[in-house]
């Protein structure tokens, strides 16, 4: 997939739904200017997620470690659902980012803020899918790491 390809896939911008060329972050967003967000990525399989609710967790986990408050973990599920099923994928990647907002350009967090969330859905071309079906060769040396010294 090259990079004009990128543009048509679909995203949701807070809660909106559209073409990744169409999102538009703005500039004094505290993950433009200072990485201030979190992400996750959620591999998709047959248009179902994989352990959708551990990733959900651990992005409610990534968000209280960097003290990001007011952010829905349960509308993030439900926006993730609606945007897979407005990409059409079956076999995908989701990444999810939530940021801090907008603020003033300070090093401090600021008092308030608006979180914003954006994802979008790349197909996922397994590279290993043959591999998978006819096996690979591996050659296997005992682990004497652990072992007792003498």
């Known amino acids: 997939m090259n990079i004009d390809d990128y543009f048509n896939l679909t ?10 060329g169409e999102v538009m972050v703005p500039a004094l967003d505290r993950a433009f200017l200072f990485g201030d967000a979190v992400y ?4 998709v399989y047959n ?37 897979l099923e407005a990409s059409k994928l079956k076999n995908a990647l989701a990444y999810v ?4 907002g907008v603020a003033p350009r300070t090093h401090y967090y600021p008092e308030k803020y608006t979180p914003n969330c954006f994802m979008f859905f790349t197909p996922f071309d397994d590279p290993f899918a043959a591999q998978r079906q006819t096996g690979v060769k591996a050659v296997f040396h005992p682990d004497i790491r652990w072992g007792e010294m003498t």
Do not use: W, Y
Request: no cysteine; hydrophobic share 45%.
């Open 11 to 20: 995203a949701n911008f807070n809660g909106q739904i559209m073409p990744v």
């Open 47 to 83: 248009a179902r997620f994989l352990h959708l609710s551990d990733h959900l967790a651990r992005l409610k986990t990534s968000l209280f470690s960097l003290k990001i408050t007011g952010v829905d973990i349960n509308d993030i599920d439900l926006q993730l659902n609606r945007t």
């Open 40 to 43: 996750e990525v959620i591999r």
């Open 97 to 100: 980012q939530v940021t801090r």
